[in-house]
Structures are given as structure tokens and as C-alpha cells.
């Protein structure tokens, strides 16, 4: 047994409780409150930053929303900042600048509808709102037959700017939602039928999926994308080459469930169930031997456009079980004692030799899987790779019956008595290390639980390039 002493200091335990609580209180000591933001409010309104001013006060009242200060504040610079909008909107329509004009006009109106929110009225005079009204009259009139020009020269970015504009001013003025329509949807549709007459069925699928399904004829002929593009895919029995068995079963099942939960509306699987034992009778039939050329075939029989075919080629395994060591390490722990000379209590630090259990271990598992995606027309290899996935698990960890903060690396040479070798290790970068040792995972992953990894990682890759595979860029 080691030991050494610590005095005892109830001063720095009481500064150690008050840092603490300071840590606990300051976030709510330094958050905004209604007066410290209408403070703030009250400095940009001095300064004349009007915008800045009414964010302040806004924000005060979200906090508190009958806090008196923050809401004078806001109808006095709520009342400026709509004075400048009106002013700016006399201006601009003495100019003739009459888009200028309904746009300040609108501002002013936006911060007076701010400003209810808050329970703050601002009047606008009538003479402001009649002119706005029969400015907005004249200028969404002239926008609209301009707009109509437009439309009619094809030109539909152009147009459809405008009549955004006037729907905007004036949302149910004449046809101009349905013109909208034709602005925003005419070019999409063209670009969809020009698809469609070319056989990019899949193109013109995702074009048609822009526009509403009610403009002209979008329905039916989102359909007929749809049904012209399907790329309808049937999976063959995987091969299997190793003395692993059951990987290619498993990698064919997680296939399926994957492609079938693929987002992607022109991939079709065929149910496995039936066209498996279909396919199988067609190439008995074709060659008796299971070829690339007769799993097509077969596979055309069927219905279907591709064929997706893969082997096991190589499965390779390693095991290290977990092996079991005994090391020697301190306990460290603190005694009470009293110092009669200073008549003062202190803390002594003695070590205690123990041991401890260390564990290693480790697994691995490589894996190598070759696969076809096939056409049936034509028996041409459309897709293909060999792929070549390793996983590995380790664990190595510790464990004992004594909490593991409280032991010390270090060595001893006998356990019932002292040894000028005895080393009490006491850096930091050492008990860390230590002690991670005991918080490090338990569990090995098996063989079979990284295989499963490995089969999912497989099915996930082939699965993306079929995802992504599109016949039509052939």
C-alpha cells in the first residue's frame, strides 16, 4: 500500500459551488428581455433607424405582449416609418413614376397591418388610398395587354412575369389566373410533348410531373410516359461459388425489398415468386444449362425487359475469439485522518494493488459478389460489376469489481508487501487511456453479423445502379 497526503480545503470546495452556480445562472442573466430590447429600440430610434427600431419593439412585445414602453415605442416609429412610405408614394406618382408609387403605397399598408398585430392603429388617409386605387387601376390594365402581346409572341418568361404582377395587385382581375396558367405551364408542356414524340418517354414523364394534371392533356399523356418507359426487371436464382451458404439467398432477398421501395415510379419488379419457377422451366426448355443468353430468353418469355443475375464468388472469414488477460493495477482511494500537531483533519491518499481483466478479440469477413443487369431484347450486359466489400470488428476493453475511476495503471511485483519496483502510473494520458479501456464496447460482432453487413451493403450498391440506370441515354 502507497500513500501520500492532500490537505483538506473547504475554501476552494465553497469557490468550486459558487463557479457552478454562476455557470447555471449567467445564460438566464444574459437573455433579452422586453426592457433590454426596448432599450435597444428606443437607441436606433434616437439615431432615426427607424426598421431597426420597430424589430426591437416587435420582439419586446412577442416576449411581453402589454408591455407598455415597447408599445409607445413601436406606434411612434410605426408612425414615422409609414409617414416616409406615404411621402416616397407622393413623390414617385408626382413623377410619374406610377409602379414606384403603388409599391410604397403597399409598404406603408404592410407596416400598418404589422402594426395591428400589436394592437397599434395607423390610419391612412382616404386621399392615399384613392389615389393608390386608381393608380393600380391604370397600371394593371396596361401590364395585362401588354402581358396578352407577350403571350401571344410566345414569349412566356416575359409574360409570365407580368401577369404574376397583376395577380398580385389585382389576384381575380379579368382571366389573368388562367392566362397565368398558360405562361407558366405552356413551355413545360410544349418541352413534355417534344419528349414524348422522341421516345424520351422518362424525360417527358418528369416534365408533365411540373404542371397540374388538369392542363390540356397532361394526364393522359403523363400516363402514357409512364407506361411507354416502364422498365419492368425480374431477379434470377443467384449463383453461389463458396462454401458459405445462404449469401446469395440473402443478398437476392434484400434486393427485392430494395428495389421494390425504390422511389422511382419506371422500375417494376416482377413478382420473384412466379417468374423464378417460370424462368427456370424456359431454360430447361431452351438449353437445359443456365446461361447469360438463356436467362434472357427466358426472361423475354416472361415479360419482362431485364434480368438481374449475380454469383457469390468469393467469401473469406477470419475468428479471434476473445482471449482473457489478468493485469496488475492501484486502487486509489482517500482516508480521513487527523494531524495533531496542526489540530487540523486532511485526506490521505493510499493506493492498493488489484487486478483487472483485459479482453481482445476480433473478427473480419471479406466478400466478393459479381452481377448482371441483362436485356432480354437483346441479351446485351446493360449494367455490370464485381463487388469487393470487407468488414472487421474488434473489441478491446476492460473490466473489474472496483469502479474503474478509481484505479491507476501502473505494476507491482508482490501484493502483500512493497518492492522498490512498485510504479504507481499518474499522468494524465495514462488514466485516460486506462480508463477508456473500461468504457470501450463489449460486444464482437460475429461473422455472420458482419456477412449480413456486407450482404445489405451489396444489395443497397446494386440496387442504386439500377435506380440510376436510365435505357433511354443508351
Not at 476552494?12 to 430590447?37: G, Y
Not at 407558366?184 to 410544349?190: A, C, G, K, N, V
Not at 397532361?218 to 449463383?239: D, S
Request: charged share 25%; proline share 3%.
Amino acid at each position: 500500500m502507497i500513500s501520500k497526503k492532500n490537505y483538506f480545503c473547504e475554501m476552494n470546495n465553497s469557490f468550486s459551488k459558487i463557479f457552478f452556480l454562476m455557470l447555471v445562472v449567467l445564460p438566464f442573466v444574459s437573455c433579452e428581455t422586453p426592457k433590454s430590447l426596448t432599450n435597444k429600440g428606443n437607441k436606433f430610434a434616437n439615431k432615426n433607424l427607424l426598421q431597426d427600431a420597430n424589430s426591437h419593439y416587435m420582439k419586446a412585445l412577442d416576449k411581453k405582449s402589454d408591455f407598455i414602453p415597447a408599445k409607445e415605442g413601436l406606434k411612434s416609429t410605426g408612425q414615422k416609418q409609414i409617414n416616409i412610405y406615404l411621402d416616397d408614394f407622393f413623390k414617385s406618382k408626382n413623377f410619374g413614376d406610377n409602379r414606384a408609387a403603388i409599391y410604397h403605397y403597399r409598404d406603408a399598408n404592410e407596416m400598418k397591418e404589422k402594426l395591428k398585430r400589436y394592437n397599434i392603429d395607423i390610419n391612412i388617409a382616404s386621399t392615399y388610398t384613392d389615389d393608390y386605387n386608381s393608380l393600380v387601376d391604370d397600371y394593371v390594365s396596361t401590364t395585362y395587354f401588354e402581358a396578352m402581346n407577350l403571350l401571344d409572341n410566345e414569349n412566356f418568361p416575359e409574360s409570365e412575369k407580368l401577369l404574376n404582377e397583376v395577380a398580385l395587385l389585382k389576384p381575380n382581375f379579368k382571366d389573368v389566373n388562367n392566362l397565368k396558367n398558360v405562361a407558366t405551364y405552356e413551355p413545360i408542356y410544349r418541352k413534355a410533348n417534344e419528349f414524348l414524340e422522341i421516345e424520351k418517354f422518362r424525360s417527358a414523364y418528369f416534365e408533365y410531373n411540373k404542371i397540374p394534371e388538369s392542363y390540356q392533356k397532361t394526364q393522359q399523356r403523363k400516363k402514357m410516359a409512364l407506361e411507354a418507359g416502364q422498365f419492368t426487371i425480374a431477379i434470377v436464382e443467384f449463383q453461389n461459388s463458396t462454401r458459405q451458404k445462404g449469401g446469395e439467398s440473402a443478398i437476392s432477398a434484400q434486393l427485392s425489398d430494395k428495389i421494390m421501395k425504390l422511389n422511382n415510379p419506371f422500375i417494376k419488379l416482377v413478382d420473384r415468386t412466379y417468374t423464378q419457377s417460370f424462368i427456370e422451366e424456359q431454360i430447361l426448355g431452351l438449353s437445359g444449362q443456365v446461361s447469360q443468353n438463356t436467362n434472357a430468353q427466358a426472361g423475354k418469355l416472361v415479360g419482362v425487359k431485364s434480368i438481374i443475375s449475380g454469383k457469390l464468388v468469393t467469401f473469406s472469414k477470419q475468428k479471434n475469439p476473445i482471449v482473457t488477460t489478468e493485469k496488475k493495477a492501484w486502487a486509489e482511494r482517500k482516508v480521513r485522518k487527523y494531524d495533531k500537531e496542526t489540530d487540523k483533519y486532511f485526506y490521505e491518499t493510499v493506493y492498493d494493488k488489484i487486478k483487472y481483466k483485459e479482453f481482445k478479440g476480433n473478427n473480419s469477413v471479406q466478400i466478393s459478389f459479381q452481377f448482371q443487369l441483362i436485356s432480354t431484347e437483346s441479351g446485351e450486359i446493360l449494367l455490370t460489376k464485381l463487388i469487393n466489400l470487407s468488414r472487421r470488428d474488434e473489441v478491446h476493453f476492460a473490466e473489474s469489481n472496483i469502479n474503474y475511476k478509481n484505479i491507476l495503471p501502473g505494476n507491482w511485483r508482490w501484493q502483500t508487501k512493497q518492492s522498490p519496483n512498485d510504479i504507481v502510473e499518474t499522468s494524465y494520458s495514462q488514466k485516460r487511456a486506462l480508463r477508456n479501456l473500461f468504457k470501450n464496447k463489449k460486444n464482437l460482432l460475429s461473422v455472420n453479423d458482419l456477412a449480413n453487413e456486407i450482404y445489405e451493403e451489396i444489395a443497397t450498391e446494386i440496387s442504386h445502379m439500377v435506380n440510376n440506370y436510365n435505357p433511354e441515354n443508351e
